[in-house]
DNA sequence: GCCGTTTTCGGCCCGACTGTTTTCAGTCG
């Protein structure tokens, strides 16, 4: 699949042309294509052979015959042109924070920056500030701008930033001048990964709410504080905004903050062919206020269903809102279980009993205990014997507990050539059987596919975990053919997994959407090898939102008795 | 570059903050 090379193409493209100082909508243009590759489902040379490429809202004829270039030829001719005519170092350059294209377009031009260590140097010197717009304070910040640059942690995934972001939040929401706080931006979409922290308040006095953040115990420094906003970074150098708005300006600026970008600039554009303007302060037609205090009033008046943050990001949500077409997302409180947790029977840290615990606590009606294997020797895979031993102790649980039932499980090896790990009349006894590769993640793309679809032709798998097995921020997906490996799981009625742990969401939304378009049962799953980390069910449960999965299309939604039955169908996904 | 029951040309979302400025450009979200 070359999406995302091409997407990237378009990136580079963009910047570019920004630096070339070319017009912004064209380089809004290439930016919006590259956006839309990323999330496209399907793979681009499916949609070029159906000739549907330019049907896609944003992709024109320019576009279109850049991406059947780069598929017949492996390159865009205007792309290489383009990249010779800059040179390589400046593009590092726009990611360093204060330094737009301008200025880099300026510094190149004027006094020959042509990488980071050529702007450095200029920093140091005296040159610059001979420059328009030049002056002492703006030539501070660079310097503070490429020692951030330099000391950059990359996106975090949501494990890291929802502690950070929740205990602002806790503490701003206790001050007596607050009303509502959310969080907002890309957390609040749930984005399996985020840049910043943006945080929305709704204050008459938004002065002592603004003194309490910059100055909060987290804070190492104070980027900007106006009289309504603010930006620090904390520890582990996280960027957080904030901005207070006036509480009748609530939904608005809940509407504005959350984003994404491309979405809110669908909803301006849509406002303005109602003849309305939309900003974070209030929609509004003339001088008279449409709708301001909600969120729900603003997109009811804007003629939408109302689309909940997850969907939020331009694929196709603001036309399903419009014919009233949106799916009703999965809830968290549809969930009646975990199907993929470890004990301390491999490398699990609590007892199956103490799993169980948690998991009433959570008001599941069932879990699955699911160690590993014994080709997996750093986490104590069980041998057969052990796995035997195991099924008897969770009949002894079960004995005890009343109202919840534990299943019997494991998470079986699929080992490098292809068969499992357990023998097939041990698989065939046990209640939920997932299957997940943990070795020779260096194969082709055929032997790994190969060993995935085998798997789900076993009658006795019903899970895959976590299907392509990236890590997000250290381990890149293997090399696998997903649309293969969905079609064969909608055949053999096999579910794939969204791996709910942070690091993993494995399926991610945007495979998730295409696996249920296929029509593949999805099981949401923690992976938990600890109590508390039950709670990342919610992680999962947004990533299933954002593939804008119903309760229908979730094993783990159905009752037990449904489950049951479901398990011993194998027509699982055609139901 | 994309797009069109007002347009095939002329628009394209909107505002806060900062630093440099006598009225605004650049950056960011």
Known sequence: MKNAEIAAAFGQFADILEIKGADAFRVNAYRRVSRILEGLGVDVTDLVESGELRDIPGIGEGSASRIEEFLETGEMSALTEARASIPKGLLELLAIPGLGPKTIGLLWTELDVKSLSRLKRALRGKKILELPGMGKKKVENLRA???????????????????????????????????????????????????????????SRPGPIIRAFTELPQVEEVLAAGSTKASVRVSGAVQVDLRVVEPRSWGAALVYFTGSK?????LRGLAQEKGMKLNEYALTRGKRTVASKSEEAVYSKLGLQFIPPELREDRGEVEAALDHRLPELLEIADMKGDLHVHSNWSDGHASIEEMVRAAKRRGYRYISINDHTRSLGVAHGLTPARLEAQMEEIDAVNARVKNFTVLK??????????????????LERLDIVVASIHSGFGQSIDRITGRIVSAIENPNVDIIGHPTGRLIGSRQAYAVDLEQVMRAAAEHGTALEINAYPERLDLNAVNVRRAAELGVTIAISTDSHRPEELEWMDVGVRTARRGWLTKKGVLNARPLRSLRSALRSSLVGLD
């Open 145 to 203: 701008g490429v020692v951030a640059y330099e000391s950059r942690t990359g996106r975090l995934h949501l494990g890291a930033a929802l502690p950070i972001a929740r205990a602002i939040v806790d503490v701003l929401a206790d001050m007596k001048e607050a009303g509502d706080v959310e969080l907002a931006g890309s957390l609040r979409r749930y984005r399996e990964t985020i840049g910043d922290i943006d945080i929305l308040v709704s204050s």
């Open 262 to 266: 491309d979405h809110n600039v669908r």
């Open 409 to 426: 499980g494991t998470e079986v090896d699929i080992l490098s050539d292809g068969g499992l790990d357990m023998p097939d009349d041990l």
